[in-house]
C-alpha cells in the first residue's frame, strides 16, 4: 500500500501546518501558491486535493470548477469558520467535504473516507469504473443530505430572525402608543398572530365596565357586546390569566358561539399588576380551541395592558385636571398664585370679580402693590418669611382696595405648594368678608328680638321651673322631680346662651362699659371658684388654687364672669378624680406669648392659668374654640354639649381689659388656658403666714368630693 498523495493549494505557512498533520499517517503533501500552478499539476497520480479557505491566496470556488473541469479527484475545502451560506454554496458546486482549520486532527480520517480505502494506504489496483460510479454517487447522497440539513437550518434561522423582528414590531407600536384610540387599534394583530378567534377591550368606569372596542374573526357573529352592572366584575388582583368566570353573561354568549377558551388579563398602571391606581379594565381575547398559556402572548398582552393603563390613567388625570381648572374658574372665591417674591403667577375669574382686575392685568404683578394692603403689618411679607413657612398654612383678614379705590375686607388663607420636596410658590384662597351694608340692620333687629321677645319668656319659664322645684306648689313624683331638674338645666342653657348673644353684641358694637376699679385678684378668684363648688363636687373633681395677692384695675364682675366660664369648662372635660389647677403669676411684658394680639399697656401682667387633665383639644381646634360657635370637637358625637359662644366672650372682656386670653393643649393629656391682664397696682409679695396668700390652699381653695 503506498501513502496518499495529496495536492494542497495553501500558501506556505498553512501547507506546513496541513503536511505535519499528513506526515504522522504517511501520506505525502505537495503545496502549490497560485491557480495555474494547481491546474498544470493535475494528474491521476493524486489521490486528492485540498484548497484552503482562509487567507485568500486561491479563490476555492474558482479552484473547484478548474478541478472538476480536469478531473474527478476528491476535493476537501479548509477554512476559518465558513459561513453556512458559503458552505452550502460549495457542496451544491461539487465539494466533497470542508472542514473548520480548528478541525485538522480529523483531515487523515477525512482523506481516507474520501479516497475509500484504509486511513493511511493506497491499493495497487485500480478501481473499476463500476466503483468509482457507486463512490460518486454516495457522495453525490451524502452532499445533498448536508444540503438539505442546511436549508432546514438556514430556514429555522430565518423564521426566528422573522418572528423576533415581528415582535420587536409590535413592541415598538405598543412603546409608541400616544393614545388609548392608538392602543386599542393593536388588539387585532395580537389576536390574529396568536389564532384568538375575539378580542375585547373593556375599561372600567364608576359603575362598570364598559366595551370600547372588539374584534373577531369572520365566522364569529351576533356576538354583542353589553355588560349589565351585574356582570361588571373586574379580573383578580393577580397578573396570571385566569377564566374569566366572573361575568356570566360573556360567557353564555361565548358558549353559545362555540367559543371553548376565554382568558383575561387586567389593565393596570404598573408592570407587577399592583393595584395602587386599582384596576383599570380587561383585555378578554377567546378561542374556539383549547388555547395553553403561550409565553409570547402573555408578554405582548402584559405589554399592551400596562400601556394601556399607563394611557387611561393619564386621560383621567388630564380630565381631573380639565375638571378642576373649571373649578376653579367658576368658583366665586379667589384664588391666586403667587412665586415667592409676590408676583402674581396666577389669576382666576373670582378673583377677577373681587378686586376688578382681569387676569390679563394681574399676572405678572406683584400682589402686594396690585391689591394695596392697607396692613401696616405687611402681612404678604411676615406670612413668607415667618409663619407660614413654619406651618405651611397662614390666615389673615386684612383690608385691600379694588381696582376702584374701594376699600374691601378679605379673609386671606395661604399655603406653601412644594414640587419636589421644595417649596416653590404660594397659593392663596381669598373670601370677600366685607360686611353687607344691611347686615348691621339685620344684626340690631335679631339682638333685639333676642334681649325683647327671647329673654324675658326665657326668664319666666326658668323661674317657674325653679318655683315647682322648691315645693311650695306642692310635692312631685320622683320622675317629676327628675323631669323638672331636666328642664331646669336646659333653661339655665338657654338663659346662659341669650346673655352671652347678648353680650357678644353689646361688645362687638362698642357698647359696653367697662366699671373699672382696683380689685384684689384673690378675691375674683375666689368667687369663681365659690360659683363653681357645687360643680365641681358634683362631678367629684379637684381644685387646686396657688395664688399671689395682686391688686389689678378691671371690671370685678367680667373678671369673675370669665374665671367662672373657664373653671366650668375644666370641669365639663375632666373626669371624676381628676384635678384642676388655678395658679397666679407675674410676667413682665416681655414674657408674653409672641401671639399677644396688641402692644403690651404695662410693663408687668399678671397671668391666671385654669390647667386641667381632660380630653385636650387638637392643635387645628386651638384658635377656632375662641370663633363665635367653634368647638373643640365639631363633630355630632362630642360628649359636652355647648353654644361654642363662652369662649368668644371671655376673649373679648380680656381684650377690653388690654389683656389677652390663650390655650395650650396636648390630646389625652389635658389643656391650660391663660388670661392675661395688665397690673396697675403695686403687687403685694406672697410671704410666710400670709393668710391671703394661703387662703384657698388652706380651706376654700381645695374642693373635693366628701370634703
Known sequence: MAPLQILCAATEATHALIAQTLLVDGAICHPVTRLADLEAALSPAWDAVIVTAIDGAIDPLLALHRVRVLSDLPFLVIGNYLSATEAVTLIKAGADDYLELHELARLPAKLAQLCSIPFGKKSNQPCTQQQLVALRQQLTDQRFQLYCQQQQIVQQLDRGLTRSQALAAFRFKVANATTVMDAVALLPPLCQAFGWDVGEIWVATAQALQPIAQWHTAPIQNFE???????????????????????????????????????????????????????????????????????????????????????????????????????????????????????????????????????????????????????????????????????????????????????????????????????SSVAILVKDITPHPGLDRLKDELISTISHELRTPIAALHGSVELLLSGKLGELTDRGQQLLKLAARNSDRLVQVTNNIFDLAQFAAGQVELLSQPCQIVELIEQAAIAVQPAAAQASINLRLHLQPIEIFADSNRITQVLTNLLNNAIKFSAAGDTIWLTVEQRSSLAL????????????????????????????????????????????????????????????????HQGHLWVESKVGQGSSFYLALPIAATVFPTQPGNTKGDRGVKNLLEVARGS
Request: net charge neutral.
Open 593 to 656: 406669648p409672641a401671639t399677644f394680639p396688641i402692644p403690651a399697656s404695662a410693663e408687668s401682667y399678671v397671668v391666671i392659668q385654669v390647667k386641667d387633665e381632660g380630653l385636650g383639644i387638637p392643635a387645628d381646634r386651638l384658635e377656632a374654640i375662641f370663633q363665635r360657635f367653634g368647638q373643640a370637637d365639631a363633630s355630632d358625637a362630642r360628649p359636652q354639649s355647648g353654644a361654642g359662644l363662652g369662649l368668644t366672650l371671655c376673649r373679648s372682656i380680656a381684650h377690653r
Open 225 to 423: 357586546l353589553h355588560c349589565s352592572l351585574a356582570e361588571a366584575v373586574l379580573p383578580s388582583n393577580t397578573t396570571a390569566l385566569r377564566l374569566l368566570d366572573a361575568i356570566e353573561g360573556r360567557l353564555a354568549a361565548a358558549d353559545a358561539q362555540g367559543l371553548q377558551t376565554v382568558w383575561s388579563l387586567p389593565i393596570c398602571v404598573s408592570s407587577d399588576g399592583s393595584t395602587a391606581f386599582g384596576h383599570l379594565g380587561a383585555l378578554i381575547v377567546y378561542s374556539r380551541k383549547p388555547q395553553p398559556p403561550q409565553p409570547d402572548f402573555l408578554k405582548l398582552a402584559s405589554l399592551l395592558t400596562q400601556r394601556l393603563g399607563q394611557l387611561l390613567k393619564r386621560q383621567q388625570s388630564e380630565l381631573a385636571l380639565q375638571l378642576l381648572s373649571a373649578i376653579v374658574a367658576a368658583t366665586e372665591d379667589g384664588i391666586i398664585n403667587i412665586d415667592l417674591e409676590g408676583r402674581i403667577l396666577s389669576w382666576n375669574g373670582g378673583a377677577e370679580r373681587i378686586y376688578g382686575y382681569s387676569a390679563a392685568e394681574a399676572i405678572g404683578q406683584p400682589i402686594a402693590k396690585l391689591i394695596r394692603s392697607s396692613d401696616d403689618r405687611l402681612w404678604l411679607n411676615a406670612a413668607l418669611a415667618g409663619s407660614l413657612l413654619a406651618g405651611s398654612i397662614a390666615r389673615h383678614p386684612v383690608q385691600h382696595q379694588r381696582k376702584t379705590g374701594e376699600s374691601i375686607e378679605v379673609m386671606m388663607v395661604l399655603s406653601l405648594i412644594h414640587v419636589q420636596r421644595r417649596v
